[in-house]
């Protein structure tokens, strides 16, 4: 997993914060998700299709 700087990883823990407020902690694919975006190496919308792309596959 790419390094993260502080700034980074606080933000993926206020996102995390906020989802386990909402009774919705982030699973381990999320926290992926959200590192692979934090450090540029997928883009949301990359995410975002091999999401459908999976799920339309099964």
Known sequence: MPKLTSQQQYNIEQVAATMAIEDMPLTERAYK?????ATG???AD???EEIKK????G
């Open 33 to 37: 998700h959200l590192v692979q975006q």
């Open 54 to 57: 999976e799920y339309q596959n």
């Open 41 to 43: 190496e997928k883009t």
């Open 46 to 48: 990359q995410i975002a």
